[in-house]
């Protein structure tokens, strides 16, 4: 019989807690280059959407970012707002929302080319060390939620 490892006891020793901190701090990394873009974390990512593909229903934004339709609406409104894209509804189907990008919203993506690069600088890792940790955060994503699901 293998005996299982000891469980963490202290917030350090937390692999949600370093999960929850690194991500805020990511964050705030990112906070004042998109300060510069006037967009906040959530909306660079649904840009970031919109910029590998174009022309898509709002239920595949939310499921491309992981969240619920109902969370993705009102940051995309701002982004309406902000004249960065246009909702439309379908032709064939009244209940789809399609998001499309508008000339602003297109040129918003050159302005905000150095963003991956300044926010790779910040983190002082290597190429190498990033892919793998990106790999292993995705593939323990995956795990999580397939056991949520099931």
Same mark, same amino acid.
């Given at each position: 019989? $293998?005996?299982? @490892?000891?469980? @963490?006891?202290?917030?350090? %020793? ?23 873009? !006037? ?7 649904? =840009? ?8 898509? $229903? ?14 993705? /609406? @009102?940051?995309?409104?701002?982004? %309406? ?11 064939? !189907? %009244? ?6 990008? $508008? ?10 080319? %150095?963003? @991956?690069?300044?926010?790779? &600088?910040? $983190? ?7 892919? &793998? ?9 995956? /795990?999580?939620?397939?056991? =949520?699901?099931?």
């Amino acid at each position: 019989m $293998t005996q299982r @490892p000891a469980l @963490p006891s202290t917030l350090d %020793e937390q692999l949600c807690f370093a999960l929850y901190s690194t991500s805020l701090a990511m964050t705030k990394a990112y906070k004042p280059l998109l300060d510069k873009l !006037d967009l906040t974390y959530p909306q660079y990512l649904a =840009m970031l959407v919109l910029w590998e593909t174009d022309d898509i $229903t709002v239920k595949d934004i939310a499921a491309r970012l992981n969240l619920d339709s109902a969370t993705v /609406t @009102p940051l995309l409104k701002r982004l %309406e707002t902000q004249g960065y894209l246009q909702r439309v509804r379908g032709v064939e !189907d %009244e209940r789809l929302v399609y998001i499309r990008l $508008t000339k602003a919203g297109t040129a918003l993506k050159r302005q905000a080319r %150095e963003v @991956p690069a300044e926010i790779f &600088c910040a $983190t002082q890792q290597t190429p190498e060390f990033l892919l &793998c940790l990106r790999d292993d955060l995705t593939r323990l994503r995956t /795990t999580l939620n397939d056991y =949520m699901d099931h």
